[in-house]
């Protein structure tokens, strides 16, 4: 069984700041990359940022670079996204995930899913 449980969710201010967590639990194998979706009401589920194992290979969608940072601690399990500037087309519920192999920037390549944690910036 995998579990992961994202956190930190909520109301900001546009301009504001969010920081997400996401704890991974359960028995599998380490995921080679995890990354962070969102999808928003009525549209469908977009890729935000992801990481590899080791940190050094980092992707972010051209809409969020430069006001979100991804970062993991394989030894505590955890990914994070820290969310500076924030504006209000980042509404939206924000999933964790995480897969063997490359990160890639579609949702169907990854196998596993926290439910979401709502993030809405008021204007």
């Known amino acids: 069984q995998v579990q992961l449980v994202e956190s930190g969710g909520g109301l900001v201010q546009a301009g504001g700041s969010l920081t997400l967590s996401c704890g991974v639990s359960?028995?599998?194998?380490?995921?080679?990359?995890m990354g962070w979706f969102r999808q928003a009401l009525g549209k469908e589920r977009e890729f935000v940022a992801a990481i590899s194992w080791g940190g050094r290979i980092i992707k972010y969608t051209d809409s969020v670079q430069g006001r979100f940072t991804i970062s993991r601690d394989n030894a505590k399990n955890t990914v994070t996204l820290q969310m500076n500037s924030l504006k209000p087309e980042d509404t939206a519920v924000y999933y964790c995930?995480?897969?063997?192999?490359?990160?890639?920037?579609?949702?169907?390549?990854?196998?596993?899913w926290g439910q979401g944690t709502q993030v809405t910036v008021s204007s």
């Open positions: 359960g028995r599998t194998f380490s995921f080679s990359a």
């Open positions: 995930t995480g897969k063997t192999g490359a990160i890639e920037y579609d949702s169907s390549a990854y196998i596993y």
